[in-house]
Nanobody, 119 residues
Framework: VQLVESGGGLVQAGGSLRLSCAAS????????MGWYRQAPGKERELVAA???????YYADSVKGRFTISRDNAKNTLALQMNSLKPEETAMYYC??????????????WGQGTQVTVSS
């Protein structure tokens, strides 16, 4: 499975960005997909995830501001991010796995897309 992210960039605090992830390869094996982020000097954290049946998860810090969506027919994943904060500046990664939960050793990862939120 190959994952390619797009949509990152520079935005002012309070602004919005939409990240996209295109999946290819053995897509039939994928259940959960999601977005992680990692800021310099910090651990990678799961921001949002969605299973193939549409069950979603959001980190508490993004609830009400971020929306994850998935198009199984087009093999794409999106993350709409609103009301962005400077502390959310990070590299954002698309991830996919065979189980309902991400974080397994066999998960797939994209190369990441940089999101920079200026104050």
């Amino acid at each position: 499975v190959q994952l390619v992210e797009s949509g990152g960039g520079l935005v002012q605090a309070g602004g919005s960005l939409r990240l996209s992830c295109a999946a290819s390869g053995s897509i039939f094996s994928i259940n959960a997909m999601g977005w992680y982020r990692q800021a310099p000097g910090k651990e990678r954290e799961l921001v949002a995830a969605i299973t193939s049946d549409g069950t979603t998860y959001y980190a508490d810090s993004v609830k009400g501001r971020f929306t994850i969506s998935r198009d199984n027919a087009k093999n794409t994943l999106a993350l709409q991010m609103n009301s962005l904060k400077p502390e959310e500046t990070a590299m954002y990664y698309c991830a996919a796995g065979r189980g309902r939960l991400l974080g397994a050793p066999g998960d797939y990862w994209g190369q990441g897309t940089q999101v920079t939120v200026s104050s």
